[in-house]
């Protein structure tokens, strides 16, 4: 029987930016002057979506599972990391019903990205892209060197 409680989840990254770095948000590689540093491809927004997913379903964290040590998980990237935790998701019967997040960068700008931010991401939680939002906000010079990320997921028991 399935169980009729939701799942919440909650996800938080930030990155050091720098030159000569490519800046790939959401599995989308973003043209910018720097990009996040990382021993994988430093996608700040899906490290934090993950570890929101990986929370919902009561999982070890993405560090944990994905250790930074790691020679494999050198340059991944970070679509795996989301990839796998979907895999582990399916293995307990249990699907996304809706995520939602935030970037907070003073560069790059979120909006002319955003479309296509989403729709992979919808692609890689596997729900309609209306059940996945993300807003960009900018802190006016409060964030200069970083970007960070927060998410929340809500997952379903579709046993
Ligand atoms: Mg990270």
Redesign the pocket.
Known sequence: MPDPLPRIGLGW?R?GVTAGRPCILGGIEIPNEVGPL?H?D?D?LL?ALTDAVLGAAGLED?GSLFPDDDPQWKGAASTRFLEEAMRLLAERDLIVASADMVLICDTPKLRPHRAAIRENLARLLQVEVDRVNLKGKTTEGGCSGSITAKAVVLLVDAS
Request: proline fraction near 0%; hydrophobic fraction near 40%.
């Open positions: 990254d990155h990382g994988s430093a700040v490290h993405l």
